[in-house]
Nanobody, 123 residues
Framework: QVQLAESGGGLVQAGGSLRLSCAAS????????MGWFRQAPGKEREFVAA????????SYADSVKGRFTISRDNAKNTGYLQMNSLKSEDTAVYYC????????????????WGQGTQVTVSS
């Protein structure tokens, strides 16, 4: 079992920045790929970014590419999502997730999920 807890969400103006954190506990964090997903009201949960267990191969949804950066510090059992140039359409609940093996952009591939953190971008 891997337990995940997100933090760092909040209210920010358009063009601003936020840094989300995902603290992991339980099994060895460095064995798991990590993903960030988001869900806006009335919409399905969607892929934002993912990173391999080693942190070497990040991947991003087209909608956030060039604005968001995913990273991880395995020594601290923590993953991060740096979000810059935020837009109103980035408003959503953001979830971190973990899976054993290679990263994936599909929600159903992830076995472990955090409780989510709200990000609201005002225009």
């Amino acid at each position: 079992q891997v337990q995940l807890a997100e933090s760092g969400g909040g209210l920010v103006q358009a063009g601003g920045s936020l840094r989300l954190s995902c603290a992991a506990s339980g099994r060895t964090f460095s064995d798991y790929a990590m993903g960030w997903f988001r869900q806006a009201p009335g919409k399905e949960r969607e892929f934002v970014a993912a990173i391999s267990s080693s942190g070497r191969t990040p991947s991003y949804a087209d909608s956030v590419k060039g604005r968001f950066t995913i990273s991880r510090d395995n020594a601290k059992n923590t993953g991060y999502l740096q979000m810059n140039s935020l837009k109103s359409e980035d408003t959503a609940v953001y979830y971190c997730a973990a899976k054993y093996g290679a990263w994936s952009s599909r929600t159903y591939d992830y076995a472990y999920w955090g409780q989510g953190t709200q990000v609201t971008v005002s225009s």
